[in-house]
């Protein structure tokens, strides 16, 4: 079974509105975080945010925010105020565990175009 | 400022070649990685070590060995490279943190011809 699952491959957002990229885990652990990377078109890998899966509040960096609905095993990622450098791809991942040691998996990404 | 140091950036190998690609962290990180990046495939873990001196397989280890040859370096080497080895390779590394997020390197893309 797929641990992450993005069943976007591609998205279009307008200018200035808000857009939302799925996620789903399978994890059996009790502590594990979710991630959501960005891959612009450069090809470099960064970090925007994360949600440890003991964290009550939904966690939110500037823009970007994550709508953490738990007994779904959903991660989404709200995007507020698309900005065209907002266009790259997108990619969720979990860590299993607590420990330096653990493996992070990744989803297979949503390419989010935004639209002038 | 390095971060995640990649080398080479970009490689052509014929069918049977071998090569290592390197990578180094000056951020003191116990974990390394390394991913390979194929198109609607996402990222998948090739190997991983936990820290200096242990290493363990991820999901797509056949064909690859890695060394982790100090705290700062983990290589990636190809024995016999084959076309299906075609990819962007990306090493990562992180610590113990609240997030302990994955630091990436900016990626090596191997063509395998």
């Known amino acids: 079974a797929q641990k992450i699952t993005q069943t976007q491959p591609g998205m279009f957002v307008q200018e200035k509105e808000a857009v939302t990229l799925d996620c789903t885990y399978d994890t059996s652990d009790q502590s594990y975080g979710l991630f959501w990377y960005k891959q612009p078109s450069s090809g470099e890998m960064i970090f925007l945010i994360y949600?440890?899966?003991?964290?009550?509040q939904n966690a939110t960096e500037g823009r970007y925010s994550l709508n953490f609905q738990k007994a779904r095993k959903s991660a989404n990622l709200v995007i507020s105020a698309s900005q065209l450098g907002d266009s790259a791809m997108y990619f969720c991942a979990m860590r299993e565990g607590r420990d330096t040691g653990n493996q992070f998996y990744f989803g297979t990404g949503t390419s989010l175009t935004v639209i002038p | 400022n390095a971060g995640v140091t990649q080398t080479p950036k970009f490689q052509v190998l014929k069918t049977g070649q071998s090569m290592t690609l390197q990578c180094a962290q000056d951020?003191?990180?116990?974990?390394m990685y390394w991913y390979r990046q194929d198109p609607g495939m996402g990222l998948r873990l090739i190997y991983y070590?936990?820290?200096?001196?242990?290493?363990d397989k991820g999901e797509v280890p056949n064909g690859y060995n890695v060394s982790r040859l100090n705290k700062r370096e983990f290589s990636l080497r190809l024995e016999s490279a084959a076309p299906s080895q075609t990819s962007v390779y990306f090493c990562?590394?992180?610590?113990?943190?609240?997030?302990?997020?994955?630091?990436f390197g900016e990626g090596s893309r191997l063509t395998v011809l």
């Open positions: 951020m003191n990180h116990n974990s």
């Open positions: 070590s936990a820290s200096e001196g242990t290493t």
């Open positions: 949600q440890g899966s003991y964290d009550e």
């Open positions: 990562a590394s992180r610590d113990r943190g609240r997030a302990g997020e994955l630091f």
